[in-house]
């Protein structure tokens, strides 16, 4: 039990660094290089605008950012992986939003807006990457492909495997 809690931690451990650090540069790096929002403010108005711009370009670098963490959740976090995904994201979100409730400069700004950008984001984090592990838990594991050699199953072939 306790074995298998640690390797449970360090896999989070793993896939939250990654997931953090990609989504901080990737983040950066798309609000620099991601097109004018102007379409979207003559759409749906300034504000809203702005928001349905900033959500979607952030959504998009989240759905990027978080690949090499499903990955790592999807095949080594196995049996356990959605569960995993769902603890990796709330510590991810978690930090990402800590630095704003601490900074002496920022506390003057936090307000409902705030919040709910953060709540969005946070959740946007959640799901993203139990989404994303979900579907590469679904990819076969190279002991499915073994075990139906040996079961007899139609991926088996004729059943003289090559191993």
């Given at each position: 039990?306790?074995?298998?809690?640690?390797?449970?931690?360090?896999?989070?451990?793993?896939?939250?660094?990654?997931?953090?650090?990609?989504?901080?540069?990737?983040?950066?790096?798309?609000?620099?290089?991601a097109p004018g929002f102007a379409w979207a403010k003559e759409s749906f108005g300034p504000l809203a605008g702005t928001r349905i711009w900033s959500h979607s370009v952030h959504a998009v670098v989240l759905l990027i950012a978080a690949i090499p963490s499903a990955l790592?959740?999807?095949?080594?976090?196995?049996?356990?992986?959605?569960?995993?995904?769902?603890?990796?994201?709330?510590?991810?979100?978690?930090?990402?939003?800590?630095?704003?409730?601490?900074?002496?400069?920022?506390?003057?700004?936090?307000?409902?807006?705030?919040?709910?950008?953060?709540?969005?984001?946070?959740?946007?984090?959640?799901?993203?990457?139990?989404?994303?592990?979900?579907?590469?838990?679904?990819?076969?594991?190279?002991?499915?492909?073994?075990?139906?050699?040996?079961?007899?199953?139609?991926?088996?072939?004729?059943?003289?495997?090559?191993?």
């Amino acid at each position: 039990m306790q074995r298998s809690f640690v390797k449970q931690a360090l896999i989070v451990l793993a896939a939250g660094a990654i997931y953090f650090a990609l989504a901080y540069f990737l983040v950066g790096y798309a609000f620099g290089a991601a097109p004018g929002f102007a379409w979207a403010k003559e759409s749906f108005g300034p504000l809203a605008g702005t928001r349905i711009w900033s959500h979607s370009v952030h959504a998009v670098v989240l759905l990027i950012a978080a690949i090499p963490s499903a990955l790592v959740l999807g095949l080594l976090g196995r049996p356990d992986a959605l569960r995993l995904a769902v603890v990796t994201g709330v510590l991810v979100a978690v930090a990402s939003s800590l630095p704003s409730f601490l900074h002496p400069a920022v506390q003057p700004y936090l307000d409902t807006d705030f919040y709910v950008t953060t709540g969005i984001d946070g959740l946007k984090m959640v799901l993203v990457l139990v989404l994303l592990t979900w579907l590469f838990g679904k990819l076969p594991s190279n002991y499915a492909m073994q075990r139906s050699s040996r079961v007899g199953t139609p991926l088996a072939g004729s059943g003289r495997g090559a191993y």
